[in-house]
């Protein structure tokens, strides 16, 4: 499911914590989890991510048909979702309601859209890195922990009824290969995955080592032998069919836009981005120079200042702990300037993993769950290298000193840490 579709459903599902609940948030909350569990069959892991534990053991649905079933089972939804708000007369349910249908009608015209242009590929090492790696995240009680076992045990066709996902995955792709006009991956996108594998391995034996469960290890030996096979035939009859150019077919960018909250003409969008980046580089020029005359340096152009500020690196063994130093910092200035309160709890800052690297190659928030929180809360993931970088290529992005200040309080407070928060702590 789309980001933001996912996170639009979740929201509504949020149970609130810490005040009491009122009728007709438990009427939103029942109609937004009939939403989840409906497509909690087909995409467990997904729904499982946000709270939902009745999921933990299941696996995605990539069985004959699954698009036709899937999409059925929206139909069914959304047809619920139109008779509820039909009847309903609380104009914050109804909203609610409103929420849910246009969520469920626009993954319906996704998946119309990608099964008419795009040949089915599946990233599946990601995929089973991102499943594992938040099932037995630490934030998680580790009576959950266990359920990762039976998803291994399905994910390699052990379990008795199920099909090793990786013959699922290339059956689904094989059975449209014969369609005209599909788009394949972008070359680029196909060579990252292939790439990354080794490291989303290692991400999932390192989630499980963490988890510290018995009697993974044969299993996920099982799963590595079968991975590697699924490259092999990635190579063998995926690579053949990778377009040569980024670019999607003009629907599916645009709806790419729409799922992630973006409903404008694409455009419309370059019309408004080209001229909102011409405004504001000439801010930022007008700032470049005030830093140079500040710093004495005699190159005040843009980019001059740009690479002079890059180059203010701070040493990798030092970094998490200069983030921390200016989240303190931050703070500081947030309460002596009365800008917003503050938890009285430190906000967390880790370091990424290899694995979470390559899977997100930028800093990131990590929500925590939002579905029968117990006081689980996000965390500001650190990304000091993108693994995928061809060469000797160094990515230095995020460990300069000018840019600790607006990543920490992007990712942090009063970012999106505090978003996360808020709905935790106030439902």
Same mark, same amino acid.
Request: proline share 0%; net charge positive.
């Given at each position: 499911m789309p980001v933001l579709k996912q996170l639009a459903v979740t929201l509504v599902a949020v149970l609130s914590v810490g005040t009491a609940s009122a009728d007709w948030i438990e009427k939103s909350n029942d109609n937004a989890l009939l939403v989840l569990r409906g497509q909690g069959a087909f995409q467990p892991e997904t729904v499982s991510a946000v709270g939902l534990d009745e999921f933990d053991a299941e696996v995605v649905d990539l069985r004959d048909d699954y698009v036709v079933r899937e999409n059925a089972s929206d139909q069914a939804l959304l047809g619920e979702m139109r008779r509820r708000l039909l009847a309903e007369r609380d104009p914050r349910v109804r909203q609610d309601l409103e929420i849910l249908i246009q969520s469920l009608g626009d993954a319906i015209e996704t998946r119309r859209l990608y099964r008419k242009y795009m040949l089915p590929y599946f990233n599946l090492h990601g995929l089973l890195f991102g499943s594992f790696d938040a099932l037995l995240d630490p934030r998680n009680d580790s009576a959950r922990y266990p359920a990762a076992l039976q998803r291994l045990r399905k994910y390699t066709g052990s379990e008795p009824g199920y099909v090793p996902l990786v013959e699922l995955a290339k059956a689904r792709s094989s059975e449209r290969f014969t369609v005209e006009g599909l788009l394949g991956p972008y070359r680029g996108e196909l060579d990252k995955d292939l790439s990354d594998a080794p490291r989303y391995l290692a991400g999932i034996r390192a989630a499980f080592e963490r988890a510290e469960l018995a009697g993974w290890e044969e299993e996920l030996a099982v799963l590595a032998t079968q991975l590697a096979d699924y490259l092999d035939w990635l190579r063998r009859e995926m690579l053949p069919r990778v377009r040569p150019d980024h670019r999607l077919p003009a629907p599916v960018y645009a709806d790419n836009l729409k799922n992630f909250g973006v409903r404008a003409a694409p455009q419309e969008l370059i019309e408004q981005a080209q001229y909102a980046? *011409?405004? @504001? $580089?000439?801010?930022? *020029? &007008?700032? +470049? $120079? $005030? @830093? &140079? &005359? *500040?710093? +004495?340096?005699?190159d005040d152009g843009l980019v001059a200042v740009l690479r002079r500020l890059k180059q203010e690196q701070i040493p990798q063994d030092e970094v998490l702990e200069v983030y921390r130093q200016r989240l303190r910092q931050i703070e500081e200035i947030i309460r002596r300037e009365d800008i917003v309160s503050l938890p009285q709890r430190d906000a967390a800052i880790r370091l990424a993993t290899e694995a979470e690297a390559a899977a997100s190659p930028a800093s990131f928030m990590r929500p925590p769950q939002l579905i029968d929180n117990t006081g689980q809360y996000g965390e500001f993931v650190l990304v000091q290298s993108n693994p995928s970088l061809p060469g000797d290529a160094r990515m230095d992005d995020w460990s300069h000193e000018a840019i600790t200040w607006a990543l920490t309080v992007h990712e942090t407070r009063p970012g999106h840490e505090l978003q996360f928060a808020s709905m935790v702590e106030n439902g």
């Open positions: 980046y *011409q405004a @504001i $580089r000439s801010e930022m *020029q &007008a700032l +470049g $120079r $005030r @830093i &140079a &005359a *500040q710093r +004495g340096w005699d």
